[in-house]
């Protein structure tokens, strides 16, 4: 099963407007964490934001926030008054932390979203 | 902020030719680095997780002889692609943590495109 869902293929928004870019994940370890990251077509991963499983609060970084519905597991990133240089792929990530201290330490990475602003 | 250099950008290279890349932590020391891949318009995979001073921990699937990895110091691991064929053609691309600090995000380097012809 995926433990990384990102539903959106594909999206087309107006510059200006919000935009919501879907993640749902799958887990059965009670820390984790959760981080969006950005690819332009030049390649390079740019990290945006970052939620821990016991935040109690919804992360925000400028522009950037994360909607945080632990029940549901998903972990939905908000742009706000989006930009044309916000076109990118976007890509959802995991870290599980197993509390036997042991497990994969890498990201694990969704399908990613390809984000088109219109002008 | 934190900052991963990897090199080579490019590789183009004839079948069966070794090529190695190098991923750098320039202002910080990283104890773990980790190797992905990225095929086109896919998602990055996990290939291995580069320990320093020890042996690599790779990911199912990935064969270990065929991709060598090495840690050598606390800001230099490199990925080695032994007696590459096309179906290696690739984007490779590391990433790094400044700590061992869950919420601490990874760095990434800029990563590596590899066309085997």
């Known amino acids: 099963a995926q433990k990384i869902t990102q539903t959106q293929p594909g999206m087309f928004v107006q510059e200006k407007e919000a935009v919501t870019l879907d993640c749902t994940y799958d887990t059965s370890d009670p820390s984790y964490g959760l981080f969006w990251y950005k690819q332009p077509s030049s390649g390079e991963m740019i990290f945006l934001i970052y939620?821990?499983?016991?935040?109690?609060q919804n992360a925000t970084e400028g522009r950037y926030s994360l909607n945080f519905q632990k029940a549901r597991k998903s972990a939905n990133l908000v742009i706000s008054a989006s930009q044309l240089g916000d076109s990118a792929m976007y890509f959802c990530?995991?870290?599980?932390?197993?509390?036997?201290?042991?497990?994969?330490?890498?990201?694990?990475f969704g399908k990613g979203t390809h984000l088109i602003i219109q002008p | 902020g934190a900052v991963v250099s990897q090199h080579p950008s490019w590789v183009i290279c004839k079948s069966g030719t070794s090529v190695k890349i190098e991923c750098r932590s320039l202002?910080?020391?990283?104890?773990?680095m980790f190797w992905y891949r990225q095929f086109p318009k896919q998602s990055l995979m996990l290939m291995a997780t580069?320990?320093?001073?020890?042996?690599?921990?790779?990911e199912q699937g990935v064969e270990k002889d065929k991709f060598l990895i090495n840690h050598a110091s606390l800001t230099l691991s490199t990925l080695t692609v032994t007696s590459a064929h096309p179906e290696d053609s690739s984007f490779y691309i590391c990433s790094a943590r400044e700590a061992e600090i869950s919420n601490q995000p990874q760095h990434f380097g800029d990563g590596t495109r590899l066309s085997i012809l």
């Open positions: 939620q821990g499983s016991y935040d109690q």
């Open positions: 580069s320990n320093e001073g020890s042996k690599a921990t790779y």
């Open positions: 202002d910080f020391q990283a104890t773990t």
């Open positions: 990530a995991m870290r599980e932390l197993p509390s036997s201290g042991g497990g994969a330490d890498g990201l694990t």
